[in-house]
């Protein structure tokens, strides 16, 4: 098993509409949690970390279930700009600071 | 503030030269990583310093990979000899403190093409 699975997509999705990505880890242990963001050949970057409560960012809102291992992005109202790839990123247990990327999501926003 | 330096930005080479990759951290910044992006295996950790200092490289995937971090503002990747499967996206990137929860910042990475 992959220790971070993603479902590669692509998601092709009209502006305005609402979707979601999905993520599970296959490390109990994980302790933190995120959602980066990278653009076509580009750098990723942190869009929002994961919180045991689930937390929102304007139009982002990410969840964490630790009982099923399972992390989710949810995109309402997308705009052109969100067209991009978003990796599932956990923590390493025993290795402090050092994460683990997910292959990531494309996701495709048109008009 | 300037955000984590690499370079080169594009490096293409024969198989069998040697390739070294350049990254400069963000200053105050104490944990730098190395990590190779490809489309089959995605974005890999390869090693990590905190204080300059290597604590894992398990993800390195042999010898002929090595990397340095001779001061707390710059870091090497090394690969000797180079082989075709070598070709990939090499990221840097840095990050403060200890916490897991510290965002790491990547350099806009160098794109290596080994022919």
């Known amino acids: 098993r992959k220790e971070v699975e993603q479902d590669p997509g692509p998601f092709n999705v009209p502006e305005g509409a609402t979707v979601a990505f999905n993520c599970t880890y296959s490390?109990?242990?994980?302790?933190?949690f995120f959602w980066y963001r990278q653009d076509c050949r580009k750098e990723p970057k942190l869009l929002m970390s994961v919180y045991s409560s689930g937390n929102e960012d304007g139009r982002f809102t990410a969840q964490l279930n630790r009982a099923s291992q399972y992390i989710s992005l949810l995109i309402r109202d997308s705009k052109l700009s969100d067209s991009a790839t978003y990796l599932c990123v956990v923590n390493i247990p025993q290795a402090g600071t050092a994460l683990i990327f997910g292959k990531g999501t494309t996701l495709s926003v048109s008009s | 503030d300037a955000g984590v330096i690499q370079s080169p930005r594009h490096e293409v080479t024969e198989m069998g030269q040697e390739v070294t990759l350049r990254c400069k951290p963000i200053?105050?910044?104490?944990?730098l990583f190395w990590y190779r992006q490809t489309m089959m295996r995605g974005l890999e950790l390869l090693i990590y310093?905190?204080?300059?200092?290597?604590?894992?490289d398990s993800g390195m995937p042999e010898d002929r990979f090595s990397a340095k971090m001779p001061n707390a503002s710059f870091s090497t990747l090394k690969i000797q000899p180079s082989e075709p499967r070598d070709s990939a996206v090499y990221f840097c990137?840095?990050?403060?403190?200890?916490?897991?929860?510290?965002?790491?910042?990547f350099g806009p990475g160098t794109r290596l093409t080994v022919l």
């Open positions: 990137a840095s990050s403060f403190g200890f916490s897991s929860y510290n965002e790491q910042f």
């Open positions: 310093f905190n204080n300059n200092v290597p604590i894992d």
């Open positions: 200053s105050g910044h104490d944990y």
């Open positions: 490390n109990s242990a994980s302790q933190s």
